[in-house]
């Protein structure tokens, strides 16, 4: 059974009440399942299922999380595509209503939950915030702004009148003093650690580093000044959902040139998460075991679970992560490794153009299914993950074959390959040139954002016959699309 679908008996709360406990009540509109995610290794946790509830319509629902001394973050998932974070204290008495329209609070704190929900959760208010970080950092890069004057301005236009409007709540004690400390520092955590991770790209990056050079002394500086208002040795940021952003970048920073091995360990066991090795001991635990999560979900085979495994059993016994991984790595290690019936061909050449990109000899006469991807996006992972299930979907159209083009760039190129084989990707492959992704760019995502992964069906004659397919993980979806094109293009052939 997959990982995310186990119950983590270490983290499920007690129904009995005791001083300790926090209730939230649950109202919705309509029948919807929330999951919950509750800290592991008193670490924050958005991977590994801690229990599970069931709402209808109008009807109020009861969870007691139990089980804690001080506060507790807590990730909620709803399976109408909503989510939200709750920050529990004992004797907390919240209740969330939920609507298509969004979600409300009320009870202990609910004005500061409903803030941080409002200003904070979804993806594209935070983009807003660092969407605006990165403005100042490219009027450094034109030359428009000293380096100096980045962290004041953005202090003065984003950090400061947020951390106000929160502090307003907290003098007109509609929420705790304690909710205000902790979900302001979660805050400073996110703009402040998107800073210094933009500070530190400046110095890494081969594009800005020749601009970056005269600064560098002062950009480290700046970076090491934020980092040390906040450092990891504050325990309590492990507990916040934004450590997952800054805790990595936090070690990269100071750690990232330490090889592992003279810690005594394998880097290729640990991978790009060996720097873990590096934090505080009371920390490293939280942090392995949600690296082994990712792993166990995208199979991306970055790190060694057998390795990770025997790791958590010696040096962590007590780690609710060794339930899952105890079961779950077995399974992984007995898995069938036969390969799905076809080739992985590598296309040679440079084309510039999705026209171009029909006339290659070996697609000349089909219709392409286009999955853009690129190895390190999560998401697209995951849909990989249904490339069974895709082969046999495009089995009924003899006409269509697979194509998957990655926007990964040179350097990744050994990644990409490593894991086109690990998901047994049977089909046409290629990696896009800078002129091919301009016109993928173009005439694939026209006005739309430029995310992935994407998926398009092109016809032989170079025609885009559908921009935006559904992903491999809704099939049912994906076929009716397919039928209706296939059908439709078939008659004008």
């Known amino acids: 059974m997959r990982y995310f679908i186990l119950t983590i008996l270490f983290c ?49 629902e009861t969870m007691i999380f139990g089980g804690f001394q001080n506060w507790e973050m807590i990730h909620c998932a709803f399976s109408n595509g909503q989510d939200c974070e709750l920050l529990l204290f004992p004797h907390d008495d919240i209740t969330v209503y939920v609507s298509s329209q969004g979600i409300r609070f009320e009870g202990n704190n609910a004005t500061g939950l409903q803030f941080f929900y409002d200003e904070f959760t979804s993806v594209g208010h935070r983009l807003k915030y660092l969407n ?13 702004r000293s380096i100096r004057s980045i962290t004041p301005i953005i202090n003065e236009s984003i950090i400061n009148p947020q951390l106000a409007k929160l502090q307003h709540l907290q003098q ?15 805050i400073e955590m996110l703009l402040n650690g998107y800073i210094a991770e933009r500070m530190t790209t400046l110095l890494k990056n081969q594009r800005y580093r020749i601009i970056a050079a005269k600064d560098s002394a002062i950009i480290m500086y700046i970076t090491d000044s934020i980092y040390q208002k906040h450092p ?28 592992i091995e003279a810690l005594g360990y394998d880097m290729k066991a640990f991978g790009p998460y060996g720097v873990y090795l590096q934090a505080p001991h009371p920390i490293q635990a939280a942090l392995l075991g949600s690296a082994c999560m990712t792993e166990l979900k995208y199979k991306s085979k970055e790190i060694d679970l057998p390795t990770l495994k025997r790791f958590f059993n010696e040096r962590f016994p007590q780690s609710p992560y060794i339930f899952i991984l105890n079961s779950q790595v077995k399974e992984d290690e007995n898995v069938d490794g036969k390969r799905v019936e076809g080739d992985i061909i590598y296309i ?27 190895t390190w996006c999560m998401p697209c992972r995951a849909e990989l993950s ?38 047994q990707l049977t089909g046409y492959h290629l990696r896009a040139s800078s002129a091919l992704e301009e016109d993928i760019k173009l005439r694939i995502y026209g006005p739309d954002a430029y995310e992935i992964p994407r998926y398009a069906l092109i016809a032989p004659d170079g025609t885009i016959l559908h921009r935006n397919l559904p992903r491999p993980s809704e099939l049912a979806l994906l076929k009716d699309e397919l039928d209706k094109l296939l059908k439709n293009s078939s008659k004008n052939d």
């Open 12 to 60: 499920c709360c007690t129904i009995v009440v005791t001083a300790q406990n926090a209730r939230v009540f649950f109202i919705s509109d309509k029948d919807v399942d929330v999951i919950f995610y509750r800290t592991m290794d008193n670490g924050y946790n958005n991977k590994a299922i801690s229990m599970e509830m069931s709402l209808k319509s109008g009807k109020i």
């Open 348 to 374: 040679g050449g440079q084309p510039k153009t999705m026209v171009e990109l029909a006339h290659i000899p070996e697609y000349i006469g089909k219709y392409l299914f286009v999955d853009l991807w690129a």
């Open 232 to 259: 990891i040795t504050d325990y309590d940021l492990i507990k916040f959902n934004y450590c997952t952003l800054y805790i990595p970048q936090y070690l990269y920073f100071y750690y990232g040139n330490q090889p």
């Open 386 to 423: 249904h490339s069974k299930e895709v082969y046999q979907l495009l089995e009924q159209y003899p006409n269509v074959i697979p194509l998957y083009i990655s926007i990964d760039k040179e350097k990744q190129e050994t990644a990409w390959k490593k894991l086109v084989d690990h998901y």
């Open 172 to 186: 007109e004690k509609t929420i705790k003093d304690i909710f205000y400390e902790k979900l302001s520092k979660n």
């Open 132 to 144: 605006t970080i990165d403005a100042y950092f490219e009027e450094y890069i034109n030359h428009q």
